[in-house]
T-cell receptor
Framework: GNSVTQMEGPVTLSEEAFLTINCTYT??????LFWYVQYPGEGLQLLLK?????DKGSNKGFEATYRKETTSFHLEKGSVQVSDSAVYFC???????????FGTGTRLTVIP | DVKVTQSSRYLVKRTGEKVFLECVQD?????MFWYRQDPGLGLRLIYF???????EKGDIPEGYSVSREKKERFSLILESASTNQTSMYLC?????????????FGPGTRLTVL
């Protein structure tokens, strides 16, 4: 079956620190992989995506590389800001499927 | 700008009441979804619909039903609300023609059942 396991939170970092949020997945086929972000009081919005092995998704200074050999899609940012405080969700979608499978979410708090 | 709207941001209901949560999207998307979000459990799919009048059960459909009479509108119905349905409810939509299945989310409805 399909599943996503992501790093338990919460994560608290100082501004300008390096961020890694781990995500690994199990899939029966060749999934697309996503990171969604949920800012306080809002719905989820797509942060970045990768649709095939070795693709790197990037947006707003965040990056994640689709690693088929380790079934991973870890989220990284070199220097976090207070405005990055949010909940981050890793997700996958099987080719041809309509729905997404989400991880449990990781809450990030960045302190000045 | 793409938009998914939900009828209420906050809702308080009593046990046994019938509750309607409405979701509207303006992107002409074929697919629409209802999730509930609970701490430590992430998002769990309740129901989804890939066309008008079509519906599919997700992972946790018990206690819920849905209605899709028009393409842009997808309603979630709690026939008899219970306290364990207190949660954040998120609606999403996506296009069948997109190869990578990006979903667009509404702002959520925080439902409290007393």
């Amino acid at each position: 079956g399909n599943s996503v396991t992501q790093m338990e939170g919460p994560v608290t970092l100082s501004e300008e620190a390096f961020l890694t949020i781990n995500c690994t997945y199990t899939a029966t086929g060749y999934p697309s992989l996503f990171w969604y972000v949920q800012y306080p009081g809002e719905g989820l919005q797509l942060l970045l995506k990768a649709t095939k092995a070795d693709d790197k998704g990037s947006n707003k200074g965040f990056e994640a590389t689709y690693r088929k050999e380790t079934t991973s899609f870890h989220l990284e940012k070199g220097s976090v800001q207070v405005s990055d405080s949010a909940v981050y969700f890793c997700a996958l979608s099987e080719s041809g499927a309509n729905n997404l499978f989400f991880g449990t979410g990781t809450r990030l708090t960045v302190i000045p | 700008d793409v938009k998914v709207t939900q009828s209420s941001r906050y809702l308080v209901k009593r046990t046994g009441e019938k509750v309607f949560l409405e979701c509207v999207q303006d992107m002409d998307h074929e697919n629409m979804f209802w999730y509930r979000q609970d701490p430590g459990l992430g998002l769990r799919l309740i129901y989804f619909s890939y066309d008008v009048k079509m519906k599919e059960k997700g992972d946790i459909p018990e206690g819920y039903s849905v209605s899709r009479e028009k393409k842009e509108r997808f309603s979630l119905i709690l026939e008899s609300a219970s306290t364990n349905q207190t949660s954040m409810y998120l609606c999403a939509s996506s296009s069948l023609t997109e190869s990578y299945n990006e979903q667009f989310f509404g702002p959520g409805t925080r439902l409290t059942v007393l």
